[in-house]
């Protein structure tokens, strides 16, 4: 769940500079309006943390000079806002041309970020619509949504409404989706060897 906590729109700039404070908490910029992003349940952090330890694996084997931030931001062109991603992969020999790196640890450009994942929490039709837009329009390659509880809407994940994960691959532009569920193994194009079944994610890998 997220909560609006003002009502006066504020730019990207202001936002960088006055949040996240000392609290621990995270917060998102949407189109101006800062939202406080809800303590996470611990299905939710396992999965996230299972994640966040076997992608790297993967970019290590290649020898692709990717990392994992702890909390950079993630901010489209043209647009007061700016997202917290659970699991935010960036291409470090792309930093150099990324304008608000050094100084707010943001990113900007596609080409800095060749996936991003978010885990669904009660907040569905953030990730489904507005991220899903938003990422795409970056240029983000790769897309993730865990829906692990099944939140979206029927029309998103099906009527029978199972967990799925959903995978947002850009081609030309443009996003195609690629579904997976149960005893699926999951198809990344960008980790085209990871080898895991989307119910082992949703188990965090406890089988």
């Not at 999965?47 to 290590?60: H, Q, S």
């Amino acid at each position: 769940m997220t909560q609006a906590l003002q009502r006066k729109l504020i730019t990207f700039s202001e936002f960088v500079a006055r949040y996240p404070d000392n609290t621990g908490k995270r917060y998102e910029l949407h189109d101006g309006v800062v939202i406080e992003i809800s303590q996470p349940t611990g299905d939710h952090e396992e999965i996230t943390g299972f994640l966040a330890t076997k992608l790297p694996v993967e970019y290590d084997r290649l020898k692709l000079p990717y990392f994992i931030p702890k909390t950079a931001l993630v901010k489209p062109p043209e647009n007061e806002s700016g997202y917290s991603p659970d699991i935010l992969i960036i291409n470090r020999s792309n930093l150099v041309n990324e304008p608000l790196w050094k100084k707010e640890s943001t990113v900007t450009l596609g080409a800095s970020i060749p996936l991003v994942i978010e885990v669904v929490s009660t907040n569905w039709r953030t990730d489904y619509y507005t991220k899903r837009g938003m990422y795409e329009e970056i240029g983000i390659q790769e897309y993730w949504i865990v829906d692990y509880l099944a939140l979206a809407g029927k029309s998103f994940i099906g009527n029978t409404k199972q967990p799925t994960i959903s995978i947002y691959s850009l081609v030309e532009s443009e996003y195609q989706i690629s579904q997976f569920r149960g005893s699926d193994r999951i198809l990344s194009p960008t980790f085209p060897e990871f080898n895991f079944t989307a119910q082992q994610i949703f188990n965090a890998g406890n089988i």
